[in-house]
């Protein structure tokens, strides 16, 4: 099992930025695919960006497709999401997640909040 531990969530003015980090560890598998999901309350969990550590290799969604920048660092079991041009409609709470595939992650993190103001 992996463990994941989110942080960098806070309170931002639209058009802000923020960087959100989780560190991984465990049973850290190299063919693993990491990503972030987000909730707001009464909504099912959507899909937001996701990495391999195997090449880096990445996705997003539609919506934040141009704005949020998913990376990686090996050395550190650690994944990145820059999240520029922050709109009121990205409040939610972000949860790392980590798994054989981008749409049916095995393991979440706790979650961190993030909240734009508009």
């Known amino acids: 099992q992996v463990q994941l531990v989110e942080s960098g969530g806070g309170l931002v003015q639209a058009g802000g930025s923020l960087r959100l980090s989780c560190a991984a560890s465990g049973r850290t598998v190299s063919n693993y695919v990491m990503g972030w999901f987000r909730q707001t309350p009464g909504k099912e969990r959507e899909f937001v960006a996701s990495?391999?550590?195997?090449?880096?290799?990445?996705y997003y969604a539609d919506s934040v497709k141009g704005r949020f920048t998913i990376s990686r660092d090996n050395a550190k079991n650690t994944i990145f999401l820059q999240m520029n041009d922050l709109r009121p409609e990205d409040t939610a709470v972000y949860y790392c997640?980590?798994?054989?595939?981008?749409?049916?992650?095995?393991?979440w993190g706790q979650g961190t909040q993030v909240t734009v103001s508009s």
């Open positions: 990495i391999t550590w195997r090449g880096g290799y990445s």
């Open positions: 997640t980590a798994g054989f595939t981008r749409v049916s992650p095995n393991s």
